[in-house]
């Protein structure tokens, strides 16, 4: 058993004063708002639950600062990402998603939602052991002291032309199984273990043919896909189908309450009521999308109508999930000309988005669910003045000063377990580029 | 003398490696790169020029996460603004200004740009010095060891409808000297000294009539004019005037080489052209653009007509000029579905704008130029393993470690010589909200 004292909390209902919470083997086991601090640990400034980045690809991390200097497009920064895909093998893969995810959990991060398309090794050559890069990620989760969701991404086409689909790239190979069938063998391959849930993923209707969409959706656990990222994507599939792309994953029997629809930022008006009515979940990945270029997705209209709405570092543009809220409701500003557009409860619930990564028991402060914790400093530059409530729209990750993951303390006094993850960031990257 | 070796900095022509930077009497006497260190003062990372904060009000850090909790717009916002305004006086303003200004200098700024409104006693009543909430200004910035351009902003009325300018109103009155006359005698009482400019600013075509406009124009110094930041301002000055707001200030000599209009985001195209036809400059404020639901302004536009671009953090949303640079490139990668529509220089450029705070001896690491300093880490978790020609997309307030001000060291591995400037700004702040 371990307690902590909360100078403030987020709870269900809102900002508590002096709230001692109670943890066992993992679990909240008790809640208590207006107790005097004892000899529980102490956590100043407001207590948020821990927040689920739903949307991570753990190796973009090398690309941060690195793709600036030459204008371009999504499509030109993805050959950038290629020449990094490609030179990675687990022992690199495994370093450098342990830093990524240690510089989430700094930022607040409890659960991680790895969607993992880096399969095989060069040319598409098995390794010994056909999983071994999903199990650099899950060894990456665990020794960052974060709980992961593998979405484990089939991805069998290198991109949808007029005639259809084309075969991968040379880099595309190492993302590919040939066949859905051998993804989903693949898959059932990798064992459950505590901290993991293994979930699947459509990489996007570019990289699986509508025929292979069923087996994938078939398989357990949470479901996600890149939807409408951008419009060339939007566009081919028209052509080639005469759908769009969320129309087509409808079909196929994609969407639904287990599914979560990544970006979904060029959507027809049809597009959003089939994402709606399925119970499809939506993930932002605001940064990514401005700094890609993609655009501003309707995610104010997706919540409205139903959608629930979690969010993802995605490229890790930074590693900042209260970032990603505040670049959401920034967004959704600049669309409207009106302020306010999430309130702030309604980011705290994006930024704790535990469910779409099939962890329904995590990202709230009551008795019976995970003990995650974020303690946001009060007294920074930053966030001095600013009422707690509203912390989400005013914290950086800079500001996280102690995150607790299932009762264990990740993140103490704004340092890292792992120790110095700058330093380690640096050796991950840097050979990349040498 | 003092002399800094800096492992990398950001010279006119790009990045280099150890540089050997000679300070004498708060300018660069000497910058030599390739030297190896010695016994100068160390500063690891990556060296850049002071930044120049060049739009600043001070007072509405108070509102930062106080705002967020009811939607609205601009104009409900502005009732908040208000109310905080209201209960100033030039002790509090001191302290609020002297906090805020120390945050600024932790996030590398070196020059604050004050648009500066909040001149009178409650109801307009003059203070017995009628420029105690200048000194305030003034006082509080030579405390936090930076620069300031102390922009007096003439505020004449309280509006502009169908039917010309009405009066202030009972918060308003704080702001109005009752004439532009009496306006520019309290300015030019203002005395001169190190450190400080003295310029002038049009509060906006709403709050300054016509007629008044060339009275404002004739004052000495750098002229800054709050420029189309929402629609409704555009169509009350097209509805009475006949013209937009840049035509009246076109045909009221208000534009030119020393002016620096504000905002600039609902332009037309011959808005444009008078801009960068009269060598005017524009401030981008996009955090508080985007925090006001104000709009995205056609800045790469408006650099490529050939107006010098330059940052404000405007209403403090951050206090984080680095962080309005990256706001202002993803604003564009947004608007236009392109990547890298500022190269990195031109956001460097952008950040040391002091050309347009009068002090065009800032801003660059060259001999003859003033001492101002800012090394950015490169081993945070934020910056780790970007290239250090990209930091100005990358790294954030907190990554900043060092920053020197004419030859001054103000910021000492990331601690303000003021000390606590958290503890300073809760205790600012706070009071004006019980």
Redesign the interface.
């Known amino acids: 058993m371990s307690t902590f004292w909360c100078e403030r909390a987020e709870l269900p209902g809102g900002i508590v004063d002096a709230v001692r919470i109670t943890t066992e083997g993992g679990v909240i086991t008790a809640v208590e708002p207006g107790v005097p601090p004892g000899g529980e640990r102490r956590l100043p400034g407001v207590v948020l639950p821990g927040f689920a980045d739903a949307h991570s690809h753990a190796f973009h991390?090398?690309l941060?600062?690195?793709?600036?200097?030459?204008?371009?497009?999504?499509w030109?920064?993805r050959e950038r990402m290629y020449a990094v895909a490609a030179r990675l093998d687990p022992d690199s893969y495994l370093a450098l998603a342990r830093a990524t995810y240690?510089?989430l959990a700094?930022g607040g991060v409890t659960t991680v939602g790895e969607f993992s398309y880096l399969h095989h090794a060069p040319g598409g050559r098995r390794y010994a052991d056909p999983n071994a890069m999903s199990e650099a990620l899950v060894q990456a989760a665990a020794e960052a002291g974060v709980r992961l969701t593998l979405l484990d991404a089939c991805y069998l086409a290198g991109g949808l032309g007029p005639d259809g689909h084309a075969s991968p790239d040379p880099v595309q190979q190492r993302f590919s199984d040939g066949s859905a069938e051998a993804w989903a063998e693949r898959v059932a391959a990798l064992p459950a273990r505590p901290g993991l849930r293994i979930g699947a993923a459509v990489h996007s209707v570019r990289a699986v043919p509508r025929a292979d969409l069923p087996v994938v959706a078939a398989a357990a656990g949470p479901l996600h896909v890149h939807l409408s990222e951008q419009?060339a994507e939007n566009d081919a599939c028209l052509a080639f189908y005469g759908r769009t792309p969320t129309e087509l994953l409808a079909d196929a029997g994609v969407l639904g309450p287990r599914t979560t629809a990544v970006h979904a930022v060029h959507l027809t008006a049809g597009d959003r009521e089939l994402l709606a009515a399925s119970g499809t979940a939506v993930c932002a990945c605001p940064?990514t999308?401005?700094?890609?270029?993609d655009?501003?997705g309707p995610f104010r209209e997706l919540l409205d109508a139903g959608c629930p709405l979690v969010l993802g570092t995605d490229q890790h543009v930074?590693?900042?999930l209260l970032g990603e809220a505040q670049?959401l409701?920034?967004?959704a500003?600049?669309a409207?000309?009106?302020?306010?557009?999430f309130?702030?409860a309604e980011l705290v619930a994006a930024l704790t988005g535990h469910a779409a990564l099939g962890w329904p028991d995590a990202g709230r402060l009551a008795a019976g669910c995970r003990a995650d914790l974020v303690a946001v400093?009060?007294?920074?530059?930053?966030?001095?003045?600013?009422?707690p409530?509203?912390?989400a729209?005013?914290a950086?990750?800079?500001d996280v000063r102690t995150v607790v993951v299932d009762g264990r303390v990740v993140v103490d006094d704004g340092r890292h377990v792992l120790g110095?993850?700058?330093?380690q960031?640096?050796e991950?990257?840097?050979p990349l580029w040498t």
Do not use: S
């Open positions: 991390r090398a941060r600062g690195r793709t600036h200097d030459g204008g371009g497009t999504f030109t920064w240690a510089e700094l419009p940064t999308e401005a700094d890609l270029a655009g501003t930074t590693a900042d670049a409701e920034a967004g500003r600049l409207t000309g009106e302020r306010g557009r309130r702030p400093a009060l007294d920074t530059p930053r966030t001095a003045g600013a009422d409530a509203q912390i729209l005013v950086g990750a800079a110095d993850v700058g330093a960031l640096r991950a990257v840097e």
